[in-house]
C-alpha cells in the first residue's frame, strides 16, 4: 500500500508542475510577454489546455460567469492542494498502522 501512496502522491506533484506553468504561461501571454504566434509557444500552450480542460470544464460550469477572469484554474489548484493534504493526513491508512 506505500507503493499506492507514493504514485497518487507523484501524480499530484506532476499535475501541480503542470497547473503551475499554465497559470503562469496564462500571465505572460496576458501581459504580452509570450505571443501565441511562435510556434513553440502556440504548442505548449495549446498542449497544456488540452491536458487541463477536462479538469477545468466541470468546474467552470459551477462557478458564476465572470467576463474576463477565469476562476476555474484556481478551484482547480486549490482542490489538488486540499486533496494532497487529505493524502499526507492519513497517509497511515496506506502503511498499515
Given amino acids: 500500500m506505500q507503493s499506492l501512496f507514493q504514485i497518487l502522491m507523484l501524480l499530484l506533484d506532476v499535475m501541480w508542475f503542470i ?12 501581459f504580452q510577454v509570450l505571443n501565441l504566434r511562435q510556434p513553440i509557444v502556440s504548442q505548449i500552450w495549446y498542449g497544456l489546455n488540452r491536458l487541463l480542460e477536462p479538469i477545468y470544464a466541470p468546474i467552470r460550469r459551477f462557478l458564476p460567469q465572470t467576463p474576463g477572469l477565469d476562476l476555474a484554474p484556481l478551484v482547480a489548484f486549490i482542490g489538488l492542494i486540499v486533496l ?7 497517509a497511515g491508512l496506506f502503511y498499515g498502522y
Fill in 19 to 30: 497547473m503551475i506553468a499554465h497559470i503562469v504561461m496564462s500571465w505572460l501571454i496576458n
Fill in 84 to 90: 494532497r493534504i487529505i493524502l499526507v493526513n492519513n
